[in-house]
Each structure stands twice: as structure tokens, then as C-alpha cells.
């Protein structure tokens, strides 16, 4: 994870999905974390990352044995790591990008038609607009000039 924002949803889903099925492997709070922190490896994400390291290494706890203050390692509860990943990466406004990416957005050469309106149908789901005319409006848009005549003048 690079700390693209408009990526965190979904990478935060796939990595608890991963955690989920390996509950074996993944049977503490801190190996969940470690995990998580360890695909965390570019851009701000990283940055990130290293602080949570350096902030979980440090810990301080008072030994109950000694009654002294001791550095203990303490990455604190899955829970707790994914509410501050959210705070973190997750988009400022999901339905903003959504309609800057729609305004923009063309089907690339060879990419197949599905896929264009899979991917445009996502954006207008983010976007939350259930105009079908407006729907229709961005999928022209996002299409090949030479698409859209063909489309429209095939009789």
C-alpha cells in the first residue's frame, strides 16, 4: 500500500479478508498489525508505517515486578490500528473524486467494454448518481469518438 487514498478501502478489505482465512497464522492483535505494517512499503504509507514502528517499539509500561518503567514493545489492538489507518488514508470526499474521475475518465484502447463499464459503474456508485440519464451522459463521454459514431450511426 503506497497511501493512495482512493485505494485504502479496498486494501484495507483485502488484508483483513487475508488475516480472516489464516487465523492460525494470524492469531494475535500484534501479528495482525506487524502484517499489515509490513505491506504498508511506499509514499506516505511508509512514512506512516515507520512512525507506528517507532511509536509501538517505545512503549513504556510500569513492571509489575519491579514497579519500574520498562520499554516494551505495544502495538496495541487490531481494532485500534485499522480506526487510526482510517483516519489516516480514507478519502476526504469519495463522492467528489468519484465525479472528478467520471468528468475525466476514457476507455483506454484495448480495454474491453466490460471492463470500462465496470470500472465507470463503480465511479457512479461512489458518486452516488441514479439519474439514468446522467449515468448515460458519463459512459458517452468516456467513450472513443470514433466508438460513439460508429454506435450511433449503425442503424
Known sequence: FTGNR?????????TNAYLRVNPKIFDTNEKKVLYALGLMTKGSAQCWAEDFYVAAESATVVSSVT??????????KWEDFVTAFMQAFSPVDTKGAAMNKLS?????????????????????????????????TFLIQSLDNDLVTGLFNSG
Not at 482512493?6 to 483485502?14: D, F, I, P, V
Not at 476514457?106 to 470500472?119: C, L
Open 104 to 136: 475525466t475518465w476514457k476507455m483506454r484502447s484495448g480495454t474491453p467494454a466490460s471492463t470500462h463499464i465496470a470500472t465507470m459503474n463503480n465511479y457512479i456508485s461512489r458518486a452516488e448518481i441514479t439519474d439514468f440519464e446522467t449515468k448515460k
Open 67 to 76: 514497579g519500574l518503567a520498562i520499554t516494551k514493545a505495544d502495538y496495541g
Open 6 to 14: 482512493e485505494l485504502s478501502k479496498r486494501w484495507y478489505l483485502a
